[in-house]
Antibody, heavy 120, light 107 residues
């Protein structure tokens, strides 16, 4: 059974940093691209970042480019999102999700989400 | 950036009725279109990929159609568990983009 477990969320002050993790089980982790998607309170889904199965290719939404960094540890089946210079509008539930292919495709499995609150 | 526009924003439907949701892309996404269902407090759930292929375990009452810029999700006979928000997403090009969602409520 495929499982994705998001963690690392919490309350952080504006300008602060946080690292999210997504632990995967039940899959050959390195065979799949992964993405982060966020959802602000009461709002829709917003794609944040993506990474290929090898970690060699990364992509970012303009809203987070230069502030967030996606990475993965295929030996430990874990995806990361390092977030810095956090702003109030980064407040959201952050979901990791598996892509159907190595570096493309739809998202067929999702984590349960982890809440990030940016506030003083 | 490809803008995905869903309509309507919300609709009220009685159980057992047929329901059609629309999604329009600002430029072609070929058939690289997925539909997701999201219930309150839950992660999105994949329903349809490739514009018309049901994901594993999705009931046959859900069907998708379209290609290029115009897509529809049809629920043939709404069940109580189908009341949720539905999102379309294009994965044809970067950045990946979602529609704003259609909320399906009980009439």
């Amino acid at each position: 059974e495929v499982q994705l477990l998001d963690s690392g969320g919490g309350l952080v002050q504006p300008g602060g940093s946080l690292r999210l993790s997504c632990s995967a089980s039940g899959i050959t982790f390195s065979s799949y691209g992964m993405i982060w998607v966020r959802q602000a309170p009461g709002e829709g889904l917003e794609w944040v970042s993506a990474i290929s199965g090898s970690g060699g290719s990364t992509y970012y939404a303009d809203s987070v480019k230069g502030r967030f960094s996606i990475s993965r540890d295929n030996s430990n089946n874990t995806l990361y999102l390092q977030m810095s210079s956090l702003r109030a509008d980064d407040t959201a539930v952050y979901y990791c999700a598996r892509r159907s292919g190595f570096s493309s495709g739809w998202s067929d499995y999702w984590g349960q989400g982890t809440l990030v609150t940016v506030s003083s | 950036e490809i803008v995905m526009t869903q309509s309507p924003a919300s609709l009220s439907v009685s159980p057992g009725e047929r329901d059609t949701l629309s999604c329009r892309a600002s430029q072609t996404v070929n058939s690289n279109l997925a539909w997701y269902q999201q219930k309150p407090g839950q992660a999105p759930r994949l329903l349809i990929y490739g514009a018309s292929t049901r994901a594993t375990g999705i009931p046959a009452r859900f069907s998708g159609s379209g290609s290029g810029t115009e897509f529809t999700l049809t629920i043939s006979s709404l069940q109580s568990e189908d009341f949720a928000v539905y999102y379309c997403q294009q994965y044809n090009s970067w950045p990946l983009t979602f529609g704003q969602g259609t909320k399906v409520e009980i009439k």
